[in-house]
């Protein structure tokens, strides 16, 4: 089962959506994405407005592949990669710091906030192309063991 390489706008889509913490439902021959809060958030309990996206997966379960967000071990190292590349060298002290101590995303975020604008739209770039670059090796991924299963 080969499909096409997901286009720019899909991974984008995908990107966005799981950033915002939601689990996305890719079908693997209509391509259809559907979104519903990810159940493994805590902060997403409620899952009142998603019924037709639900129902559809529980239809054809075997239809779609589910990209979940990120793992935090690997969000942690993509804002280790950020703090090693940021030239400033207070605020690359600073980031670095924050991720040493307990709570790692907050006060990463904590720092950032009080950085200049610039740092944060270059966090924003940095994190949304990573993000990318995790869908597309997630879509490789059940690519190839779904073509293992055949």
Known sequence: MSLDKLTDAEVNEIADNLDSSF?????????VMLFVPD???PNF???????????????????YWRFAPM???????VMSNF????????????LEAALRKPKPFRRFKDVLLSAADDYIRDWNDFEFKASCD???RAY?????????EE
């Open 71 to 77: 793992p935090s071990r690997e969000r942690y190292e």
């Open 140 to 148: 490789a991924d059940m690519q190839e063991a779904g073509e293992e």
């Open 23 to 31: 689990a996305v439902y890719f079908h693997k021959t209509t391509r």
């Open 83 to 94: 703090s090693r590349q940021v030239n400033h060298p207070v605020l690359r002290r600073e």
């Open 45 to 63: 309990m409620d899952f009142d407005g998603y019924e037709a996206e639900l129902e559809a997966i529980e239809a054809d379960p075997k239809g």
């Open 39 to 41: 159940e493994n958030n």
């Open 134 to 136: 995790y869908v597309r």
